[in-house]
T-cell receptor
Framework: GQNIDQPTEMTATEGAIVQINCTYQTSGFNGLFWYQQHAGEAPTFLSYNVLDGLEEKGRFSSFLSRSKGYSYLLLKELQMKDSASYLCASLDSNYQLIWGAGTKLIIKP | GAVVSQHPSRVICKSGTSVKIECRSLDFQATTMFWYRQFPKQSLMLMATSNEGSKATYEQGVEKDKFLINHASLTLSTLTVTSAHPEDSSFYIC???????????FGPGTRLTVT
């Protein structure tokens, strides 16, 4: 079956660094997406990885290991506005997104 | 970047009535559009996938006669919730995929409340 696992909730301190992990098992693989979703709003695109390695984009970086079925989203210099849910999604062989349940990130001052 | 709009953003309707939600890709042609539903504190649940000019593909457990999807053009898809009931109250989000890449661009969502 298809499965995406990520932690339900994480807490971090403003200014710190946090890593949100995601493991996936999907029928076929065409890339891994990370989205940010604030409460009551639609998801917004953060990153897309299809090759192994680290992709850096400002304060956010995303890593992929295809052999391990593993990805993480790294957020640096955390700000209060980063409090949101972070959704991991794998693009399967039919180019359909398989979604994780999301990780709620709580930032404390 | 690619922009997707949804209308209305919020709607309150009475039980038994029908509600239509529009999803438009504003600056690109969307070959495929997706309709999701999200209940509070839960993840996105894909309801159906629609390709322009063809019938939508519904996910298991989603009633096609209740949730009517029309994708008549490359920039517009509509979801009609027929004979709405309170349990249909949810956040409905559409997304659109262009021809050039596999990223899905999300609309802002429609919050439906059925009283």
């Amino acid at each position: 079956g298809q499965n995406i696992d990520q932690p339900t909730e994480m807490t971090a301190t403003e200014g710190a660094i946090v890593q949100i992990n995601c493991t996936y098992q999907t029928s076929g693989f065409n890339g891994l997406f990370w989205y940010q979703q604030h409460a009551g709003e639609a998801p917004t695109f953060l990153s897309y990885n299809v090759l192994d390695g680290l992709e850096e984009k400002g304060r956010f970086s995303s890593f992929l290991s295809r052999s391990k079925g593993y990805s993480y989203l790294l957020l640096k210099e955390l700000q209060m506005k980063d409090s949101a849910s972070y959704l991991c999604a794998s693009l399967d062989s039919n180019y359909q997104l398989i979604w994780g349940a999301g990780t709620k990130l709580i930032i404390k001052p | 970047g690619a922009v997707v709009s949804q209308h209305p953003s919020r709607v309150i309707c009475k039980s038994g009535t029908s509600v239509k939600i529009e999803c438009r890709s504003l600056d690109f042609q969307a070959t495929t559009m997706f309709w999701y539903r999200q209940f509070p504190k839960q993840s996105l649940m894909l309801m159906a996938t629609s390709n322009e000019g063809s019938k939508a593909t519904y996910e298991q457990g989603v009633e096609k006669d209740k949730f009517l999807i029309n994708h008549a053009s490359l920039t517009l898809s509509t979801l009609t919730v027929t004979s709405a009931h309170p349990e249909d109250s949810s956040f409905y989000i559409c997304s659109a995929r262009g021809q050039k890449d596999y990223e899905q661009y999300f609309g802002p969502g429609t919050r439906l409340t059925v009283t």
